[in-house]
């Protein structure tokens, strides 16, 4: 029996000694400098995790982190990113044979984002092209709902390339969450007429899953870009959605400012249907008090209140873009003061020709 307790007296201590020494080893990494670092790895020479802090410090001082790194790895080889960290480091030493193998593997053993993106980084540093897009690709599918903010960095890298847009549409196209963070960022893309062409490869299909609140801002844009059909497409889908009204000429839903809807530049009161337009002699004295584009030019036929004799009249202006500017426009006639009061509109309609 006290050959037992002597055991287990000595187990104790030293387990407790160990735990001294992690301590310790603890209170070293704590200290954030290369010096503790060192100590840290020196006084728990099992923990892998004190192996990457002192190749973290080692990498930014200007050493060569390594032999830290394989010690890690060692220790913890399903760890990728100590495989991540020490593929950097060959990169960095001018070694990209050592650092796509220790990449690649990273990836191997863990199906998460990070290896995915440091590969993409990579072989777009390399200027690997098919590597970049196979490894984006990879990086999308195992996109979550969650990750759609990852995604960005990834499309801004997918832009720099020639075709860039294109083949990121057709990868995009495979998730919903992926397609809208890929118009997100088209958003803000340059050049102009290049985002719009990416754009319209994810809207003009239904199946992509769009959320419907950035679909009206897309359809302006598609428009003032000149890509009416998809304009169109985008506006259609709104209205089978109950959003808009596909071609609102009795004013059946409150004015969308966007798209093919009306732009009110006046304060007024959606009556359901039918409009109220308020004016307090204030007014500018010549303004475009509404207006939508309409795929038809012709004439204006309105069911309203309002007189040409107060200065309102109705005009079709051509954009050259393959659509027209509806609008109702104000001008104060000479001798008379500004408009005061209310204009009922019930129905605008544009005719052929």
């Given at each position: 029996?006290?050959?037992?307790?002597?055991?287990?007296?000595?187990?104790?201590?030293?387990?407790?000694?160990?735990?001294?020494?992690?301590?310790?080893?603890?209170?070293?990494?704590?200290?954030?400098?290369?010096?503790?670092?060192?100590?840290?790895?020196?006084?728990?020479?099992?923990?892998?995790?004190?192996?990457?802090?002192?190749?973290?410090?080692?990498?930014?001082?200007?050493?060569?982190?390594?032999?830290?790194?394989?010690?890690?790895?060692?220790?913890?080889?399903?760890?990728?990113?100590?495989?991540?960290?020490?593929?950097?480091?060959?990169?960095?030493?001018g070694r990209p044979d050592e650092a796509e193998r220790?990449?690649?593997?990273?990836?191997?053993?863990?199906?998460?984002?990070?290896?995915?993106?440091?590969?993409?980084?990579?072989?777009?540093?390399?200027?690997?092209?098919?590597?970049?897009?196979?490894?984006?690709?990879?990086?999308?599918?195992?996109?979550?709902?969650?990750?759609?903010?990852?995604?960005?960095?990834?499309?801004?890298?997918?832009?720099?390339?020639?075709?860039?847009?294109?083949?990121?549409?057709?990868?995009?196209?495979?998730?919903?969450?992926?397609?809208?963070?890929?118009?997100?960022?088209?958003?803000?893309?340059?050049?102009?007429?290049?985002?719009?062409?990416?754009?319209?490869?994810?809207?003009?299909?239904?199946?992509?899953?769009?959320?419907?609140?950035?679909?009206?801002?897309w359809s302006t844009r598609l428009l003032e870009g000149?890509?009416?059909?998809?304009?169109?497409?985008?506006?259609?889908?709104?209205?089978?959605?109950?959003?808009?009204?596909?071609?609102?000429?009795?004013?059946?839903?409150?004015?969308?400012?966007?798209?093919?809807?009306?732009?009110?530049?006046?304060?007024?009161?959606?009556?359901?249907?039918?409009?109220?337009?308020?004016?307090?002699?204030?007014?500018?004295?010549?303004?475009?008090?509404?207006?939508?584009?309409?795929?038809?030019?012709?004439?204006?036929?309105?069911?309203?209140?309002?007189?040409?004799?107060?200065?309102?009249?109705?005009?079709?202006?051509?954009?050259?873009?393959?659509?027209?500017?509806?609008?109702?426009?104000?001008?104060?006639?000479?001798?008379?003061?500004?408009?005061?009061?209310?204009?009922?509109?019930?129905?605008?309609?544009?005719?052929?020709?």
């Open positions: 029996m006290r050959l037992l307790q002597a055991m287990a007296a000595v187990v104790l201590a030293a387990s407790g000694g160990l735990s001294l020494y992690r301590a310790w080893a603890a209170s070293h990494m704590s200290a954030n400098t290369l010096e503790g670092a060192r100590e840290a790895a020196r006084l728990d020479p099992g923990n892998a995790a004190a192996r990457l802090w002192l190749a973290e410090h080692l990498d930014r001082e200007g050493h060569d982190p390594g032999e830290a790194l394989s010690d890690a790895i060692a220790l913890r080889e399903a760890d990728s990113g100590a495989w991540i960290r020490r593929g950097l480091a060959h990169e960095s030493g220790d990449l690649l593997h990273a990836a191997a053993i863990d199906g998460l984002w990070e290896p995915r993106w440091s590969l993409v980084n990579f072989y777009f540093r390399q200027g690997r092209e098919e590597e970049f897009w196979n490894w984006v690709r990879s990086a999308i599918s195992i996109t979550g709902p969650d990750s759609a903010r990852d995604l960005e960095p990834l499309w801004n890298l997918c832009w720099r390339w020639p075709e860039g847009g294109e083949k990121s549409a057709l990868l995009a196209k495979t998730k919903p969450i992926s397609s809208a963070s890929f118009l997100a960022f088209l958003e803000h893309a340059d050049p102009a007429d290049r985002a719009l062409q990416a754009a319209e490869a994810i809207l003009m299909e239904d199946s992509t899953g769009v959320k419907l609140d950035r679909l009206p801002l000149g890509r009416v059909a998809a304009a169109r497409a985008v506006w259609r889908r709104l209205a089978e959605a109950g959003v808009v009204v596909a071609d609102d000429e009795r004013f059946e839903k409150k004015p969308a400012g966007d798209g093919f809807g009306w732009r009110v530049q006046t304060p007024y009161t959606f009556t359901d249907p039918g409009l109220a337009l308020r004016f307090d002699g204030k007014q500018a004295e010549t303004m475009d008090v509404l207006w939508r584009y309409s795929t038809r030019g012709g004439t204006v036929t309105a069911d309203w209140d309002g007189e040409e004799s107060a200065g309102f009249t109705w005009r079709v202006e051509p954009t050259g873009k393959g659509v027209w500017r509806v609008v109702l426009g104000y001008r104060r006639p000479l001798g008379v003061a500004r408009f005061q009061g209310v204009v009922r509109l019930r129905a605008v309609r544009v005719g052929g020709g």
